[in-house]
């Protein structure tokens, strides 16, 4: 079943990968303390998730970054 051509092209262009939005860097850092879980508090629209996914790409830029996912 095909869906309406207009119907196609919004989810299409809705779904496209857009450029990647340069972030305000955050200065602050985690403590260093091997397995131990991280919780990252504030007041809204602070810059949590912008820090974590900093920590993110750090790490996986870094190779430290590990899959704790057991199957």
């Not at 809705?14 to 990647?20: F, I």
């Not at 131990?36 to 998730?49: I, N, P």
């Amino acid at each position: 079943m095909s869906l309406h051509p207009v119907l196609e092209e919004k989810l299409n262009s809705a779904l496209a990968p857009g450029p990647v939005a340069q972030l305000t860097h955050r200065d602050a850092a985690l403590p260093g303390i091997p397995n131990k879980v991280h919780a990252v508090t504030g007041m809204r629209r602070a810059g949590k998730t912008t820090f974590m996914r900093q920590l993110v790409a750090e790490r996986q830029r870094g190779g430290s970054l590990r899959n704790t996912r057991s199957t």
